[in-house]
């Protein structure tokens, strides 16, 4: 139990671009999930924290112009890098909290973004 | 972002031997979990601490919630080769934001 998915694993796309990630609860629901960007070596920073049918709050320093977030529903959530840029090359991870009474997060899988 | 001190930051050690490492705060959390990162791969959850004091074991693996709920330790008894990869401890805030804080990571190699 409590896998949780995303994808695409990977996406190569070019600067200007926007790319979409999804991120699924596959056998319990989400209240709430959150999205980490990971740089090689680094550990784990939360941009933002998502809840089912409310806005996302985001982390100190991430633009929420630029990381949008949707939470439509307990088993999807979505990560849309506007604009990509090089910069943003990173990996992303979503997790997700399990709404019983224990206070464990699961990880997605993880998805390269490469942006040339 | 604030992050968790964890130590040491990386290590090899030989196949059979026992890992030790820490985690450390300057505040108090409610929730300690463990996880362990392969590469490429999103972290997986090893352990999970509810209350100070707690000591929990997973297989060869061992965890105990500080008594002061600022610090978490995490054993590794009679390494592997599949042992390597990086370790993350995490410590849950619900005041304010609900969220987890990660540590720096302690990255692990096993020499056969």
């Known amino acids: 139990g409590a896998v949780v998915s995303q994808h695409p694993s990977w996406v190569i796309c070019k600067s200007g671009t926007s790319v979409k990630i999804e991120c699924r609860s596959l056998?319990?629901?989400?209240?709430?999930m959150f999205w980490y960007r990971q740089f090689p070596k680094q550990s784990l920073m939360l941009m933002a924290t998502?809840?089912?049918?409310?806005?996302?709050?985001?982390e100190q320093g991430v633009e929420k112009d630029k990381f949008l977030i949707n939470h439509a529903s307990l088993t999807l959530s979505t990560l849309t890098v506007t604009s990509a840029h090089p910069e943003d090359s990173s990996f992303y991870i979503c997790?997700?909290?399990?709404?019983?009474?224990?206070?464990?997060?699961?990880f997605g899988p993880g998805t390269r973004l490469t942006v040339l | 972002g604030q992050q968790l001190n964890q130590s040491p930051q990386s290590m090899f050690i030989q196949e059979g031997e026992d890992v030790s490492m820490n985690c450390t705060s300057s505040?108090?959390?409610?929730?300690w979990l463990w996880y362990k990162q392969d590469p490429g791969e999103g972290p997986v959850l090893l352990i999970a601490?509810?209350?100070?004091?707690e000591l929990t074991s997973n297989g060869r693996l061992t965890a105990q919630f500080g008594i002061t709920r600022k610090d978490s330790f995490l054993n590794i008894s009679a390494s592997i080769p599949s042992d390597v990869g990086i370790y993350f401890c995490?410590?849950?805030?619900?005041?304010?934001?609900?969220?987890?804080?990660f540590g720096t990571g302690t990255r692990l190699k096993v020499l056969a």
């Open positions: 998502s809840n089912e049918g409310s806005k996302a709050t985001y």
């Open positions: 601490l509810y209350k100070a004091g």
């Open positions: 995490a410590g849950l805030r619900t005041s304010g934001t609900y969220k987890y804080i």
């Open positions: 997790s997700a909290r399990d709404g019983g009474l224990l206070n464990e997060q699961f």
């Open positions: 056998d319990f629901q989400a209240t709430t």
């Open positions: 505040s108090i959390f409610n929730t």
